[in-house]
């Protein structure tokens, strides 16, 4: 309910209370000084009635026919000159006449036969008794306002009438709630139609005093809106003026200046942030004081299996459950506030997760917590990568050395050998037979100092973008040959959505071709070879599966090593040089095995939005820019 409508219903109550009161005091006063005016003036009447009894014109009976000395005799002619009596008759007329509120009046004997009577049927007959007046006028006001408004009642004022010294009978007046109900309602109206004038001048008066009062409020309400939305105008002192109410609207058109630089800064740093944390690997969770969620990265939905939305807000003991092993770790480290350095748990998923938590202090109290999720064969992996790219800036600055130290005796040898063949005029075929052989062994080995040249130079690599699908229709077409010759069938499964990457085409297409060659020469028996690839979130991933023996355990770290190689002829280089590749393409490239079922090597590269009207047609590189490796 709105603070003005609850004023101005308050003020009301509080008018209507007061005059609800009033109106009762007034209603019952008023009431009680008509039934008490009933009362005194019945009481007026009997006496007047009674003088004028007593006083009527009744002869001395000794000198009358009456037996004095028989009381009945005596009784029943007073009744008789007292029913003559003008001056009586009159008077009870006049009562009726001039008195509202009663109903008829009477002149009884002892035995309560009507003497005189207002309503001449009832002389001479037994007038019924009837409750005494007295009882409204005794009762309090909610009784006495019953009884005078329940089903119409007549009571009575009766005054005992004495003649000739001894009681002789009564006056008796009746007087009927419903001719007092037409004296009091008229007034019991007015005071109605003044309380309910009363309370809706109120109501007025409440509205206008709540508007005078809350007007400004609302005013400075719009003007909070307007700085939430960030829509404040400037306000000068003399727009705002000096009372009260402008010295408010002063101070909130500063604050929301100071609100909009506030959100301007902080949507800056929200911006920057949300990147940020979509781009962690790591998942990050940071707590508040009291165990909240404020902030998630991207990442943690993968190591928790639940989306961001439903992480925010919530506490730690809402988000993690003691029944698995991350969840104990964490909980306990909140629970004795322990930080946790660097420890491996299993998830739920059957992921190895290391987890580190780190508490926050500020002048040495805890203002939150830091929990940092990382993917422990990730780091493993990264590991191996930054071990397997420092052996070989190793060994390529070895090589590169090497390579310079004996390209120059390999010439100067070539060069005096054909100087040698000049001189020998005439050679016996035996001689000229190792002459050649040296010859031959001599250029083998210059080619392969050539190719370690060339693996270990930096190169400037030519990016195109280009649909993965094409790249590997394309290596696969160049790679038809040697795989129909080796009983080998390509499957594909490549799917129907772009998957645009930006490389150098010839560099990659050696690099898959490498994998395509080794994993069929992993198949002597022929099988088949599935090449597939698709988009996870921020990459494409191009996998190629063999059915060939698999890699034995222990050689499965060596496999990306320079020369390193288990089949008889091979060279070593093809894999190093496809890893080689992808790192330059800022990829990688795993794979998974199982001995006697075959090996799938997972290619991940950056995707792109492919821009409208690329040309995808440089896709078609000529093959014989590219070499089939023997691994």
């Known amino acids: 309910m709105r603070r003005k409508t609850q004023i101005v219903l308050a003020i009301t109550f509080m008018v209507t209370a007061m005059v609800s009161s009033f109106s009762y005091i007034y209603v019952s006063q008023i009431l009680r000084q008509q039934v008490t005016f009933a009362r005194n003036s019945a009481a007026w009447i009997d006496s007047q009635l009674a003088y004028i009894a007593v006083n009527a014109a009744v002869p001395e009976l000794a000198d009358t026919r009456v037996d004095t000395r028989n009381p009945a005799k005596v009784r029943s002619a007073i009744a008789y000159y007292l029913g003559t009596d003008i001056y009586l008759n009159k008077a009870l007329e006049s009562v009726v006449n001039d008195w509202p509120m009663i109903q008829d009046a009477a002149i009884v004997d002892a035995d309560g036969k009507a003497i005189l009577h207002t309503i001449p049927s009832m002389i001479d007959k037994t007038v019924p008794e009837r409750p005494d007046f007295q009882i409204v006028q005794d009762a309090k006001f909610r009784r006495q306002l019953r009884l005078v408004y329940n089903p119409p009642t007549t009571y009575e004022v009766r005054l005992p009438l004495q003649l000739n010294g001894e009681p002789f009978g009564s006056i008796r007046l009746g007087i009927s709630t419903v001719l007092l109900q037409k004296e009091i309602t008229p007034r019991l109206q007015h005071a109605v139609i003044f309380s309910g004038i009363s309370i809706f001048l109120s109501l007025l008066l409440a509205a206008g005093l709540s508007h005078i009062a809350l007007g400004p409020l609302e005013r400075i309400n719009r003007s909070l809106d307007n700085v939430t939305a960030g829509e404040a105008d400037p306000v000068t002192e003399e727009e705002a003026g000096r009372d009260e109410y402008g010295l408010v609207t002063l101070k909130i058109a500063h604050l929301g200046r100071q609100m909009r630089d506030a959100r301007e800064i902080f949507s800056a740093l929200k911006d920057n942030v949300d990147q940020i944390m979509g781009n962690l690997q790591d ?90 999720l990382r993917d422990a064969e990730s780091v493993r992996r990264i590991q191996d990568e930054i071990e397997i790219s420092r052996q070989m800036s190793a060994s390529g600055r070895t090589t590169r050395g090497v390579a310079h130290e004996v390209k120059n005796p390999i010439n100067a040898i070539v060069l005096h050998l054909q100087l040698l063949q000049t001189k020998l005029k005439q050679i016996d075929p035996d001689t000229r037979r190792h002459m050649d052989i040296i010859g031959n062994e001599i250029h083998r080995l210059d080619r392969v100092v050539q190719i370690l040249v060339d693996f270990t130079r930096p190169r400037d690599l030519h990016l195109d973008e280009i649909d993965m699908r094409r790249l590997l229709e394309d290596v696969i077409m160049l790679a038809t040959p040697d795989t129909e010759q080796h009983g080998v069938t390509v499957k594909r499964k490549l799917g129907t959505e772009p998957l645009g990457v930006r490389v150098d085409l010839d560099v990659m297409k050696q690099a898959i071709l490498n994998v395509i060659i080794n994993g069929m020469q992993a198949m002597p028996q022929g099988g088949t070879l599935t090449i597939s690839s698709r988009r996870d979130e921020e990459s494409v991933i191009t996998e190629i599966r063999d059915q060939g023996v698999g890699i034995p355990h222990e050689l499965q770290e060596k496999i990306f090593e320079l020369y390193f190689t288990t089949r008889k002829g091979g060279s070593g280089i093809g894999l190093a040089q496809t890893y080689q590749a992808l790192q330059w393409h800022y990829g990688s490239i795993d794979f998974e095995t199982v001995e006697g079922q075959g090996t799938t090597f997972r290619l991940r590269l950056p995707v792109i939005e492919i821009r409208a009207g690329a040309n995808i047609e440089n896709g078609r590189a000529d093959a014989a820019s590219l070499t089939i490796p023997n691994s």
């Open 283 to 372: 998942g990050l969770m940071l707590f508040t004081r009291d165990s909240r969620v404020v902030l998630v990265s991207a990442s943690v939905e993968r190591f928790l299996g639940r989306p961001r939305s439903e992480l925010l807000g919530r506490t730690v003991k809402e988000i993690f459950a003691r029944d698995s092993s991350l969840g104990a770790l964490v909980l306990d480290g909140f629970q004795v506030r322990n930080p946790v350095n660097q420890r491996e748990v299993e998830t739920s998923n059957t992921k190895r997760v290391q987890v580190s938590l780190d508490f926050i202090q500020e002048r040495g109290s805890p203002i939150g917590a830091l929990l940092t």
